[in-house]
Each structure stands twice: as C-alpha cells, then as structure tokens.
C-alpha cells in the first residue's frame, strides 16, 4: 500500500468497489455462480483496503498498512462468522422446515416465466426427458419451493429442478440428477447452492458442484461418475411426489440418529439443530460462500 493516500489510490479504491458490487449481481442475472464466489473474495478484501485506508487517513494508528489490511480481513472474518453464527441460530429456532414435505402443485405457476429458464426446458425436450411431477412446499406463508421432475427415456435417470425464491422476486433454479445402482443405493449429483452441513446415508454417492449453472454440464458430470464408479443404473418404480418425500424422511431420520439434528421432544427449547450441526453449517456456509464447494 502507499504510505499516504493520494487521489491514485482513491480512485482505485472506487473501481475496486464498483466491481466488488457488480459481480454478485452479474452472476445472479447470469447464472454465472464463479461470479458470486469471487465477488465474496473481493469483497473480503475491499474491507481490509478500506479499513487500512481509513486508519491512515485519520491517523488512528501508525503501524505499516499491511498490519492495517491483514487486521482488517481478521475483522471480516470476525464479523461475518458473527452473523453466520446468528443466522444459524434463528434458523434452529425458526419454523422454517429445514426438510419440507413437497405436494403436487396445481397452481400452474411451475415453471417462473423467466426467458433464461427457457433454454433449461429446451434442452430436457431434446435430451428426451420427460415431465412426471411439478411440486411445491409451502415455507413461510405466501412463500415456496417449486420443484419439477423430469426423467430420462430409458427411464434410469430424474432430474429434480429446484426453484428457490429470491428476497426481490423472481427465482434460482438448481438441479438435482439422480440414478438408481442395482446393487442398491444411490448416485446423486447437484448444484445446490443452498448449505446443507448434515450427513448422507452410506449408501449414497453424493457429488455437489454449485459453481456450474448449466444443466447440461451437470449431467455430463453426472455420467461420468457413472462410468467411474461401474454403476449398473436400475429403473425407479416408485412415484416422484413418494420418492421425494422419502428422501426427505431419510435425510431427517439419519441426522437426527446421528446427532446432527436435535430430537422433537426437545426442540422447543434447544432449536432443531444441535450444537455439533451448528458447527458443520457454518463450515458448509464457509466453504460455500469462499470455495464453491461443500466441506466434505
């Protein structure tokens, strides 16, 4: 850093923050998830820029800038896990379902008329995916997660698209593509951005790559993994709404008997998520936000 601000460093103070600011939102509009992540980076040391500038400028403190920035970054780190920790916190005691239990939409609002969703419905017609399910659960009042499910035409792969809603309006969608093994369990590979931090059955090969938007890159990925893992893919009988559900009640079971989840007759008064779960979430929330990539 410069050992006195000048108008220079200023400006490059501006254009670093006028770009800190546009990559979140271009990557939102964009689907372009590397944006959001690297937005967050820039962000983390924007802070550290200004807290050294501003220590500098008043002449708070006369150590060298770079004790300044690195104090600074410390201070972001601080802050943030701060409210990381809150926001886990009012989760565990929110009503918010943290594994809701879906029904069959028929509001006709599935799909959110958007243009860039447009191109994700073309190309699961050309792949020969076919629709079985549109669903919903209801959230808070007046809010909900849409899903629809798609599957293959051989029948050995569905697709669940996810739309979360937004704080302004409007949705993200993400997808979920799933296979049967027919020595049992099953291969899941998504892009939820959403942290999870809790456990998967066994059984289950899990793969979570939030920083690529495009479906058709995920179901690429998905095959792949596939044919590494010499997976014989089977056909799933069981109903989209049933088998959804189940997964749900699965996830919720195993989390609660492995302790990352509290028990029901004792979440009233500790929260739903246990203290251990808590810790997972906000590594989850860490490695999402800063890597792009789940802890595990």
């Known amino acids: 850093m410069l050992n006195e601000p000048t108008g220079s460093y200023q400006w490059l103070l501006f254009i670093f923050a006028v770009v800190t600011v546009s990559l979140p939102i271009l990557g939102g509009r964009f689907s372009i998830p590397s ?3 690297l937005g967050r980076w820039l962000r983390w040391f924007l802070f550290g820029a200004l807290f050294a500038y501003t220590l500098k400028t008043f002449e708070f403190s006369l150590r060298p800038d770079w004790v300044h920035f690195f104090t600074g970054i410390a201070l972001w780190f601080v802050l943030e896990t701060g409210y990381n920790w809150i926001a886990i916190k009012a989760l565990s005691y929110s009503d918010l379902p943290l594994f809701p239990e879906f029904y069959e ?3 006709g609002d599935e799909w959110p008329a958007e243009k860039r969703f447009i191109g994700i419905r073309d190309w699961l017609r050309a792949e020969n995916y076919t629709r079985l399910k549109a669903l919903k ?4 009042v007046g809010t909900y997660l849409r899903a629809s499910i798609y599957e293959s035409g051989d ?6 698209i996810l739309f979360l809603p937004k704080r302004k309006g409007g949705a993200t969608a993400c997808f979920t593509i799933s296979t049967h093994a027919k020595e049992g369990g099953r291969i899941i590979t998504d ?6 931090g809790g456990y998967y059955p066994e059984n289950w090969e899990m793969c979570r790559k939030p920083l690529i938007g495009s479906l058709e890159r995920l179901s690429l990925l998905h095959n792949k993994r596939l044919l590494k893992l010499k997976v014989e893919p089977v056909g799933v009988e069981d109903d989209a709404l049933e088998e959804l559900n189940d997964h749900q009640r699965i996830l919720e079971r195993l989390n609660t008997e492995i302790g990352f989840l509290v028990p029901r007759p004792r979440q009233e008064e500790e929260g739903k998520i246990s203290q251990e779960g808590r810790y997972r979430l906000w590594k989850e929330m860490w490695f999402l936000a800063y890597f792009g990539r789940s802890f595990e």
Do not use: A, C, G, M
Not at 137 to 140: I, K, R
Not at 155 to 160: E, N, S
Not at 191 to 196: A, K, R, T
């Open 35 to 37: 944006f959001l992540v």
């Open 191 to 196: 892009n939820l951005i959403l942290p999870y």
């Open 105 to 107: 939409n028929e509001d």
């Open 137 to 140: 659960s209801e959230l808070f």
């Open 155 to 160: 029948q050995l792969t569905r697709i669940q």
